[in-house]
């Protein structure tokens, strides 16, 4: 059996890119089906209740789109193997949530954010510095955010209409699984981030979720 060499440096650059053009203007394909699948229970909403569930999976769809930013780029940058195949590991589970998401934003007649591009070059800048400073910081980084990420979802779990079923068992399994991530970050040796920066990443957090509602 042979092994495949490993990647060059340009190579694994422009592989990135590839990734980040998918994940921008492509229709994602999750590796696993998606939870509302189980929901045999039929969402019905009124008008007023889908464009609100809409919105909320265009703000968590965005989510996602930074999630595969920040995951390529730090992936990019660390020289540890086991770290790269880590930050891989994750990115391919929040692959599935893109997925997810992007379905259901179909389903309930909304669309995805129209700033998607920003989104993700934004958060691949930021992923980038989280990487230039070190692994420990770079999964100190992924620690903040899933924690945050985390507590977001759970706001949406209480704003989303009781009816959509949907929509909520999709959410509910994200939050399961970026609570996992923050963990698996921890193990790993994740060093705890200065107050100051975990106080603008939720600031960055704010802007992004506010517009993402509406654009």
Wanted: overall charge neutral.
């Amino acid at each position: 059996m042979t092994t495949r060499p490993p990647l060059s440096a340009l190579d694994s650059l422009l592989a990135s890119v590839d990734h980040g053009l998918r994940v921008v203007f492509g229709t994602p394909a999750g590796a696993r089906p998606s939870p509302a699948l189980a929901v045999t229970t039929a969402s019905e909403l009124t008008a007023q209740e889908a464009r609100l569930a809409g919105a909320l999976m265009r703000v968590n769809h965005v989510g996602e789109i930074c999630a595969q930013a920040l995951y390529q780029s730090q992936a990019l940058l660390t020289r540890n193997p086991e770290l790269r195949a880590h930050f891989a590991h994750a990115a391919k589970e929040e692959l599935d949530h893109l997925a997810w998401t992007h379905q259901r934003i179909t389903e309930l007649g909304s669309h995805t954010s129209y700033l998607n591009p920003i989104w993700y070059g934004g958060a691949f800048a930021i992923g980038s510095l989280a990487g230039l400073a070190g692994d420990k910081i770079s999964l100190g980084f992924v620690v903040e955010t899933e924690r945050q990420v985390e507590q977001h979802l759970a706001v949406h779990l209480d704003r989303l209409p009781l009816a959509d079923l949907h929509s909520r068992s999709i959410v509910a399994q994200m939050k399961i699984e970026e609570a996992r991530h923050a963990e698996e970050a921890t193990a790993a040796g994740a060093r705890p981030l200065p107050a100051a920066i975990k106080g603008l990443m939720r600031g960055a957090a704010r802007v992004m979720t506010r517009t993402a509602h509406y654009v």
